[in-house]
């Protein structure tokens, strides 16, 4: 017989950043207070400080040269596995989003079957992507012509809020699926689900520093991003109309591609984040 | 003089150095690591660092043209910020001294020493006669310091005097050409104690600098060994009022690294060895994070590796 005392200690989980495959606390010792939907305190995640973003994009830097260069076929795998990993967590997702946005169960759970859902699509489109958004260009002289779309480098993602998982997975695989690496700043309210996505990632062959999770304030997080010469591109989703015209304002000393997206579910969220890249080939030598 | 010419006074001097404290070497050498250097110290830190340093490319690779590279950025580490220190020295094998040496002349970098490895580096498993050859041709093509390494299985097996008397015969090599950096190779010096022991040998013998490592074996120029060598330095600078300097090489990769020698220096050997005279570091990734650095101080905002050499 197995017989638990009434009196058991909770055990709770500790919510800490996610940078090159562990999980450090913020290097700054601070951490915030996450309220439920009906205002009681829920968990103290970290609060990240300006560098642990940099540690995040030196790390996301590093892993870019070997996800860029694993195959898509590889790549759409790990999605798809990182998918069936969702799945078998979706009991502790569900109890997150209930608590955090008052879903109720229903709702909650079909946001994360669409997660699961959504994370499947993206790893369809690894090896279409350049398909569709490539071409052979028909030229006036003796050369092949193609243009391919090729991924940007390091983006930093700002997740929308509601609905927070959904927006998060679909940020986080448009952006990866092609070769990127990124560091995201969870939406502020939401950070537990991304938390526990991100120990998804953890376990699902996704090499490490190719998504890092940074949980805390985005207006404190926003300036270092927007000024970080070594990142390429921004998911401004989660930002505000200001900070996300001081960001157009920093950014534009590296030429920082700089996107917000509606849709969660959109091959733009693929292609914003590509460059094309085309290649004059001589015939006949 | 502390020792006489024969093996048996070496070998009962070295008996009589203290056994180094493992622990406490370790906790010490970690609890330095640990100091916080901020804005202005830091800002002196990194130009002291890029100073000290022993700018190196050895690789089976190196061609002329990386050679020709290496110099030029030793000059002017970053072209577009001439307030940036040139380096201290350049550090390459001995066939590529040649080109160094004129390609420093001829772009303004004429104080600038060139260091060539030498003695059969990096194992120091050859006849006396090629290692002396060795040293010869690098000093011959304008090398200003050479870096030879001891012969390790001789130190090892206990027959120091062979360890002594080679150094010596390199030393009358160099003469007043060429300072002389001796190599410890703590990496495969298993002890601490043996580490003591191989830095007395060394400054005993003639050495101008001690050197921790060739880069080619892990682990290279960790904190404690670093520790263990400055404390040498200090203590044969009291017994002899000769200041030996010290080059720790390999592994230094980050701004923060560097800054942790420098923090070494001042607590262990004393200010007096924070000068690119008496302290210089081994390496090659580690000056593109010092200008990173750099920038980010002036800038304000975090750099790229995009902006600065590949290398």
Same mark, same amino acid.
């Given at each position: 017989?197995i017989?638990?005392?009434?009196?058991?200690?909770?055990?709770?989980k500790?919510?800490?950043?996610?940078?090159?495959?562990?999980?450090?606390?913020?290097?700054?010792g601070?951490?915030?207070s996450?309220?439920?939907s009906?205002? /009681?305190?829920l968990?103290?995640?970290?609060?990240a400080?300006?560098?642990?973003?940099?540690?995040a994009?030196?790390?996301?830097r590093g892993?870019?040269?070997?996800?860029?260069?694993?195959?898509a076929?590889n790549r759409?795998?790990?999605l798809?596995?990182?998918?069936e990993?969702l799945?078998?967590?979706?009991?502790?997702?569900?109890?997150?989003?209930?608590?955090?946005e008052?879903?109720?169960?229903?709702l909650?759970t079909?946001?994360?079957?669409?997660?699961v859902?959504?994370?499947?699509? *993206?790893?369809?489109?690894?090896?279409?992507?350049?398909?569709?958004?490539?071409?052979?260009?028909?030229?006036?002289g003796p050369y092949?012509?193609?243009?391919?779309?090729?991924?940007?480098?390091?983006?930093?993602?700002?997740a929308d809020?509601?609905?927070s998982?959904?927006?998060?997975?679909?940020?986080?695989?448009?952006?990866?699926?092609s070769g990127?690496?990124?560091?995201v700043?969870?939406?502020e309210?939401?950070?537990?689900?991304?938390?526990?996505?991100a120990?998804?990632?953890?376990t699902?062959?996704?090499p490490?520093?190719?998504? /890092?999770?940074?949980t805390?304030?985005?207006?404190?997080l926003?300036?270092?991003?927007?000024?970080?010469?070594?990142?390429d591109?921004?998911?401004?989703?989660?930002?505000?109309?200001?900070?996300?015209?001081e960001?157009?304002i920093?950014?534009?000393a590296?030429?920082?591609?700089?996107?917000?997206?509606?849709?969660?579910?959109?091959?733009?969220?693929?292609?914003? *984040?590509?460059?094309?890249k085309?290649?004059?080939?001589?015939?006949?030598? | 003089?502390i020792?006489?010419a024969?093996?048996?006074s070496l070998k009962?001097?070295?008996?009589?150095?203290p056994?180094?404290?493992?622990?406490?070497?370790?906790?010490?050498?970690?609890m330095l690591?640990?100091?916080?250097?901020?804005?202005?110290?830091?800002?002196?830190?990194?130009?002291?660092?890029?100073?000290?340093?022993d700018?190196?490319?050895?690789?089976?690779?190196?061609t002329?043209?990386?050679?020709?590279?290496?110099c030029a950025?030793?000059?002017?580490p970053d072209?577009?910020?001439?307030?940036?220190?040139?380096?201290?020295?350049?550090?390459?094998?001995n066939?590529?001294?040649?080109?160094?040496?004129?390609?420093?002349?001829?772009?303004?970098?004429?104080?600038?020493?060139?260091?060539?490895?030498?003695?059969?580096f990096?194992?120091?498993r050859?006849?006396?006669?090629v290692?002396?050859?060795?040293?010869?041709?690098?000093i011959?093509?304008?090398?200003a310091?050479?870096?030879?390494?001891?012969?390790?299985?001789?130190?090892?097996?206990g027959?120091?005097g062979?360890?002594?008397?080679?150094?010596v015969?390199?030393?009358?090599?160099?003469?007043?050409?060429?300072?002389?950096?001796?190599?410890?190779?703590?990496?495969?010096l298993?002890?601490?104690? /043996?580490?003591?022991?191989?830095?007395?040998?060394?400054?005993l013998?003639?050495?101008?600098?001690?050197?921790t490592?060739t880069?080619?074996?892990?682990p290279?120029a960790?904190?404690?060994?670093?520790?263990?060598m400055l404390?040498?330095?200090?203590?044969?600078?009291?017994?002899?009022?000769t200041?030996i300097g010290?080059?720790?090489?390999g592994?230094?990769?980050?701004?923060?690294?560097?800054i942790?020698?420098?923090?070494?220096?001042?607590?262990v050997?004393?200010?007096e060895w924070?000068?690119p005279?008496?302290?210089r570091?081994?390496a090659?990734a580690?000056?593109?994070d010092?200008l990173l650095q750099?920038?980010k101080?002036r800038?304000g905002?975090y750099?790229?590796p995009? *902006?600065?050499t590949?290398?």
């Amino acid at each position: 017989m197995i017989a638990v005392p009434a009196n058991r200690i909770d055990v709770l989980k500790t919510y800490k950043l996610f940078i090159g495959g562990a999980f450090p606390r913020s290097e700054s010792g601070r951490v915030y207070s996450i309220k439920d939907s009906k205002g /009681n305190h829920l968990a103290n995640p970290s609060l990240a400080s300006r560098k642990d973003l940099r540690d995040a994009v030196v790390a996301a830097r590093g892993a870019f040269a070997g996800w860029s260069a694993a195959t898509a076929y590889n790549r759409g795998q790990i999605l798809y596995r990182m998918a069936e990993l969702l799945e078998g967590r979706s009991a502790q997702l569900v109890a997150e989003l209930m608590a955090l946005e008052g879903s109720t169960k229903k709702l909650a759970t079909d946001q994360v079957k669409e997660s699961v859902d959504l994370l499947v699509w *993206y790893a369809g489109w690894s090896d279409k992507i350049s398909t569709i958004a490539g071409s052979t260009n028909p030229v006036s002289g003796p050369y092949y012509n193609f243009s391919t779309p090729e991924p940007i480098g390091v983006v930093a993602i700002f997740a929308d809020a509601k609905p927070s998982l959904l927006n998060f997975v679909g940020a986080v695989a448009g952006v990866c699926v092609s070769g990127n690496t990124a560091v995201v700043i969870a939406a502020e309210p939401f950070p537990l689900p991304a938390i526990t996505f991100a120990e998804i990632m953890a376990t699902s062959d996704l090499p490490a520093g190719v998504i /890092n999770v940074l949980t805390g304030s985005s207006s404190e997080l926003a300036p270092w991003t927007a000024s970080h010469m070594d990142i390429d591109a921004i998911d401004a989703s989660g930002l505000t109309p200001k900070q996300l015209k001081e960001a157009q304002i920093a950014g534009a000393a590296n030429l920082k591609r700089i996107r917000v997206h509606t849709d969660a579910k959109t091959p733009e969220r693929i292609l914003n *984040y590509m460059e094309t890249k085309t290649v004059w080939h001589p015939i006949g030598i | 003089m502390i020792i006489d010419a024969s093996e048996g006074s070496l070998k009962s001097f070295l008996k009589t150095l203290p056994q180094v404290d493992e622990v406490g070497v370790h906790a010490r050498a970690a609890m330095l690591g640990t100091r916080s250097i901020k804005t202005t110290s830091k800002a002196w830190a990194i130009d002291m660092a890029i100073s000290m340093m022993d700018l190196t490319t050895l690789e089976g690779a190196d061609t002329p043209g990386k050679v020709r590279a290496i110099c030029a950025k030793a000059v002017r580490p970053d072209a577009t910020d001439l307030s940036i220190p040139s380096v201290g020295a350049v550090c390459v094998y001995n066939d590529m001294v040649g080109v160094a040496r004129r390609t420093l002349d001829q772009i303004g970098g004429s104080s600038i020493p060139v260091a060539a490895v030498a003695t059969a580096f990096p194992s120091g498993r050859a006849s006396y006669a090629v290692k002396a050859q060795d040293t010869m041709d690098a000093i011959n093509a304008g090398a200003a310091e050479i870096d030879m390494v001891i012969d390790r299985g001789a130190f090892l097996s206990g027959r120091y005097g062979e360890v002594f008397a080679e150094i010596v015969k390199i030393k009358e090599l160099c003469g007043d050409k060429a300072h002389l950096k001796v190599i410890l190779e703590t990496g495969e010096l298993v002890t601490l104690d /043996n580490v003591r022991k191989a830095s007395y040998l060394a400054m005993l013998a003639g050495a101008d600098f001690i050197k921790t490592s060739t880069g080619k074996v892990v682990p290279a120029a960790s904190a404690p060994v670093v520790y263990v060598m400055l404390e040498a330095v200090r203590d044969y600078y009291s017994m002899t009022q000769t200041r030996i300097g010290v080059k720790p090489a390999g592994g230094i990769r980050t701004t923060k690294d560097a800054i942790k020698q420098l923090v070494l220096v001042n607590e262990v050997a004393g200010p007096e060895w924070l000068s690119p005279r008496l302290f210089r570091i081994g390496a090659s990734a580690l000056l593109n994070d010092l200008l990173l650095q750099r920038m980010k101080m002036r800038d304000g905002y975090y750099a790229s590796p995009a *902006y600065v050499t590949l290398d």
